[in-house]
């Protein structure tokens, strides 16, 4: 983003932790499944087991749990006015600008 002069504002959500409404939020802005919100190739994400887990979680478990900890929510996140970018969505959005 320096690259195309855009001025943004960085959280680093593995050490401030993304509220539940805040995931609630992104998520339904988003449009995407909850599941791209998690970082699926994270430690903790597998020390927990939660590939098999979060199909039997509600929706507001799911955001619970993620809020617990931010190394659990893939990263980085790009909020866009109303538009929220995960992962490797933010890449593909960076280089259409």
């Given at each position: 983003?320096?690259?195309?002069?855009?001025?943004?504002?960085?959280?680093?959500?593995?050490?401030?932790?993304?509220?539940?409404?805040?995931?609630?939020?992104?998520?339904?802005?988003?449009?995407?499944?909850?599941?791209?919100?998690?970082?699926?190739?994270?430690?903790?994400?597998?020390?927990?087991?939660?590939?098999?887990?979060?199909?039997?979680?509600?929706?507001?478990?799911?955001?619970?749990l993620l809020a617990?900890?931010?190394?659990?929510?893939?990263?980085?996140?790009?909020?866009?006015g109303k538009d929220?970018?995960?992962?490797?969505?933010?890449?593909?959005?960076?280089?259409?600008?």
């Amino acid at each position: 983003m320096k690259d195309k002069n855009i001025s943004y504002d960085l959280r680093e959500i593995d050490k401030e932790n993304p509220t539940k409404e805040e995931l609630k939020k992104w998520h339904e802005s988003s449009g995407l499944d909850i599941k791209k919100f998690f970082n699926t190739s994270g430690q903790i994400y597998r020390q927990m087991n939660l590939k098999d887990k979060l199909d039997t979680m509600s929706l507001d478990e799911k955001y619970e749990l993620l809020a617990t900890n931010g190394l659990l929510v893939k990263r980085p996140i790009l909020l866009n006015g109303k538009d929220v970018y995960v992962g490797p969505q933010v890449k593909k959005y960076l280089e259409s600008l």
